[in-house]
């Protein structure tokens, strides 16, 4: 089966916008660069400061609990940790992420935009080396999965259940087109193949309650979670995969599915 690369995506901070990409360089067993490496910590959980250890999604704050993070347009450059948040593409807080001043400007703007109590500031969380995936708890392997959603498979959905279905609902790495609706389901154990890049399937996708949230208009208007149980008897949709061999990949690349290892 043979499609091509539709488009990429990073996203820096857990819970925050997505950041178009023009090309990705991979490595064998990494992920994309600079995905999910910063993460909004919940005060009253688990998380310190500096900690290596994974933990669950629930220790965050991120969209399956917390929607009016879609309403915020965010921008990181990795290179000097400067980022940019925006409401209705106007400007409302820059500053570094990588400095201790600018942390705190950060943690005290979600602590107003998130209503939490005095005291009660989200703290801003990083680690060398660490990714706050949501699959971060399975392995450090997975939390450097790459994640792949097919196009035609949301044009699915979206005939069955009558609504249009934002693909970026999905928050993937990667999105493919040209491929059999529902095909990435089937390729645990096989490779997908990307010019000189070769991936591994190696787990579908459970999807949870942040693809209820629009991400235009930051309000819950889809299950879709329970919209996949009744069309098609499961809640998966798109699939985590490895880099097994490394290379350099773009929007319009060829791809194909289930090739063998």
Request: aromatic residues 6%.
């Amino acid at each position: 089966m043979t499609g091509h690369v539709d488009s990429l995506y990073v996203y820096p901070i857990k819970g925050l916008s997505p950041q178009r990409l023009e090309s990705v360089p991979l490595e064998p067993g990494r992920g994309v660069p600079h995905d999910r490496t910063f993460a909004l910590a919940r005060p009253e959980g688990r998380y310190e400061h500096g900690m290596a250890a994974p933990l669950p999604k629930d220790q965050f704050f991120m969209l399956a609990r917390d929607e009016r993070l879609a309403g915020l347009a965010t921008r990181l450059d990795p290179a000097t940790g400067g980022l940019t948040i925006s409401v209705r593409e106007h400007p409302v807080l820059t500053a570094r992420l990588t400095t201790a001043d600018g942390a705190r400007a950060v943690s005290a703007f979600f602590a107003r935009t998130l209503d939490c109590a005095e005291g009660q500031a989200p703290l801003l969380a990083h680690a060398p080396g660490r990714r706050f995936t949501d699959v971060s708890v399975v392995s450090d392997a997975m939390m450097n999965a790459v994640s792949v959603i097919n196009l035609a498979s949301v044009r699915d959905l979206e005939r069955r259940v009558g609504a249009p279905v934002d693909p970026l609902r999905f928050r993937a790495n990667l999105y493919v087109d040209g491929l059999p609706p529902f095909s990435e389901l089937d390729l645990v154990g096989k490779d997908i193949r990307i010019g000189a890049v070769r991936l591994r399937a190696v787990l579908n996708t459970k999807r949870c309650a942040a693809t209820e949230v629009n991400p235009t208009t930051a309000r819950r208007d889809l299950s879709v979670p329970r919209l996949l149980m009744r069309e098609y008897g499961h809640a998966e949709m798109g699939v985590y995969a490895e880099v097994v061999t490394g290379g350099e990949i773009r929007p319009g690349d060829a791809v194909r599915f289930g090739a063998a290892p």
